[in-house]
């Protein structure tokens, strides 16, 4: 009977661990999302939250003036035609908001932000769920949206 050397032993069984810990590993990231109250009536908060939709370089898609969801489109981290040697060799990344107000009586107002993220590696690559950059992650919404209340 031909017995298999300890190499061999060893090899099978740490090549299968491998193997079935990297497929256990794959996760997706969660949506970046942050709530908070803030002391001011709805009203101002919209026209805040609109005012940094605006200047972040997103567009409404749904909601508006009235509604309690606003949806952005998706937000393009590179726009110039001339990107696309950037994008071919180092990726881009895009990045969609979920606003929710409601308010919390006459002076307050919950709000909850949701930030998804998209990303590829290359020019020809498929999108995959990433976490947003830093400067469209929820928190620095919620910051810049407390700064345009004038809220320090």
Same mark, same amino acid.
């Given at each position: 009977? +031909? +017995?298999? !050397?300890?190499?061999?032993?060893?090899?099978?069984? =740490?090549?299968?661990?491998?193997?079935? !810990? %990297?497929?256990?590993? =794959?996760?997706? *990231?969660?949506?970046?999302?942050?709530?908070?109250?803030?002391?001011?009536?709805?009203?101002?908060?919209?026209?805040?939250?609109?005012?940094?939709? +605006?200047?972040?370089?997103?567009? =409404?898609? $749904?909601? @508006? %003036?009235? @509604?309690?969801?606003? $949806?952005?489109?998706?937000?393009?981290?590179?726009?110039? *035609?001339?990107?696309?040697?950037?994008?071919?060799?180092?990726?881009?990344? +895009?990045?969609?908001?979920?606003?929710?107000?409601? *308010?919390?009586?006459?002076?307050?107002?919950? #709000?909850?932000?949701?930030?998804? @993220?998209?990303?590829?590696?290359?020019?020809?690559?498929?999108?995959? *769920?990433?976490?947003?950059? #830093?400067?469209?992650?929820?928190?620095?919404?919620?910051?810049?949206?407390?700064?345009? =209340?004038?809220?320090?």
């Amino acid at each position: 009977m +031909r +017995r298999c !050397s300890p190499v061999k032993n060893l090899i099978i069984p =740490l090549c299968t661990a491998m193997l079935l !810990s %990297a497929c256990a590993g =794959l996760s997706h *990231p969660q949506p970046d999302r942050v709530e908070a109250v803030l002391p001011v009536p709805e009203s101002q908060v919209r026209v805040a939250v609109l005012q940094v939709i +605006r200047e972040g370089g997103y567009t =409404l898609t $749904s909601g @508006g %003036a009235t @509604g309690a969801e606003l $949806s952005t489109g998706l937000r393009q981290e590179t726009n110039n *035609p001339s990107d696309w040697l950037i994008s071919a060799r180092f990726g881009i990344s +895009r990045t969609h908001m979920d606003i929710v107000l409601s *308010p919390e009586g006459d002076s307050a107002t919950r #709000l909850a932000i949701q930030v998804l @993220g998209e990303g590829k590696d290359g020019l020809f690559e498929s999108w995959q *769920p990433y976490d947003p950059p #830093l400067a469209q992650s929820a928190a620095n919404q919620l910051r810049l949206i407390r700064n345009a =209340l004038g809220l320090l």
